[in-house]
């Protein structure tokens, strides 16, 4: 099975620091040639993001809440994620991420609002029905150097949530199976 996957950046700078995090986080947490990877900078969007309707957006919108696995990512703006990637979430109806893991990611110059990701971000995807599998990412930008270290420690985190939950899944799918 070849899952699912998007990355929704955040960052008013294309091509960004943030979003090469957030690719790295995916890269590091599957296997490679077990995924497609579908990544949205939404600052190739910015035109249309309080466009309503907007087809494009609808479209993007459909393809991260048919994923297995998102990465959403964003630069620290006042404590919290930027209003680029609000404006995108806020385009879905309650429960419209359900069934989709999602992953929050905030990058930062500094440690001060390294809560940011689990404390702001997580609970609104939570909100809008994804599945968080643990804390979120906060990732100093000077520290761009260790990547792969600070990144790969963080997918080793959550791949151990995701097989937690995985067994307890399996458990609860032949609980069900025994009450029919």
Excluded: C
Excluded at 10 to 34: D, H, I, W, Y
Excluded at 148 to 165: I, P
């Amino acid at each position: 099975m070849t899952v699912k996957v998007a990355v929704v950046v955040g960052n008013p700078k294309p091509q960004s620091r943030t979003m090469k995090v957030a690719t790295t986080l995916v890269e590091r947490l599957l296997e490679p040639g077990s995924f497609d990877l579908t990544v949205i900078d939404l600052v190739d969007h910015q035109a249309e993001i309080f466009a309503w309707p907007s087809d494009e957006l609808a479209r993007l919108n459909s393809l991260v809440a048919e994923s297995d696995l998102v990465v959403f990512a964003s630069p620290t703006y006042k404590a919290t994620f930027t209003g680029l990637l609000k404006s995108f979430l806020d385009r879905y109806p309650a429960n419209g991420l359900r069934g989709v893991v999602a992953i929050p990611v905030l990058t930062g110059a500094d440690q001060t609002h390294s809560m940011g990701p689990t404390y702001t971000f997580a609970p609104l995807l939570a909100e809008l029905g994804a599945v968080v599998p643990g804390r979120g990412l906060y990732f100093v930008s000077s520290q761009m150097d260790r990547l792969d270290e600070l990144v790969g420690a963080a997918a080793e985190e959550y791949r151990s949530n995701l097989a937690h939950v995985a067994g307890l899944a399996t458990s609860a799918s032949r609980k069900e199976e025994v009450a029919r």
